[in-house]
């Protein structure tokens, strides 16, 4: 019989840990507009910065050149990006390269951090680097 009530404050302390660990997850950056600085070690043009935004599974912004907007799924760090639609403007040089370039990752996104200020969306393309516009 000892050893089940002294069980019982150790399960209570797991189940506190446990609970303190989800309080503590870092919640995605929700509601913020964000401009896309570069991706891996490429910059993007000032005039062609994609943008990004996303409230309750949705994001939104532009590709340099068209806009979209399209589903998301964020649990903990990690993250995926669901069916998007986008205008359909022709663009070229930086806008279209932006766009390009921007698009294709995006695709592929599997996870995010916080850099100090910067959001950072880890792609199969290389990291999307963000600031708050």
Same mark, same amino acid.
């Given at each position: 019989m000892r050893k089940a009530l002294l069980g019982v404050p150790v399960l209570g302390v797991a189940l506190l840990a446990g609970g303190a660990a989800l309080a503590d997850a870092p919640r995605f950056p929700q509601g913020v507009d964000w401009q896309v600085v570069g991706l891996g070690k490429t910059d993007f043009a #000032? $005039?062609?910065r994609p943008t990004l935004r996303v409230e309750r599974g949705r994001l939104s912004g532009s590709t340099g050149c068209n806009r979209y907007t399209g589903s998301i799924s964020i649990e903990g760090v990690r993250l995926s990006i669901g069916p998007m639609a986008t205008t359909k403007m022709f663009c070229t040089g930086p806008r279209g390269d932006a766009e390009r370039l921007f698009s294709g990752a995006l695709t592929t996104a599997r996870g995010w951090a916080m850099e100090g200020? $910067? =959001?950072i969306i880890e792609t199969g393309h290389? #990291? =999307?680097?963000l600031r708050r516009r």
């Open positions: #000032p $005039s062609a200020k $910067s =959001l290389g #990291p =999307l680097r």
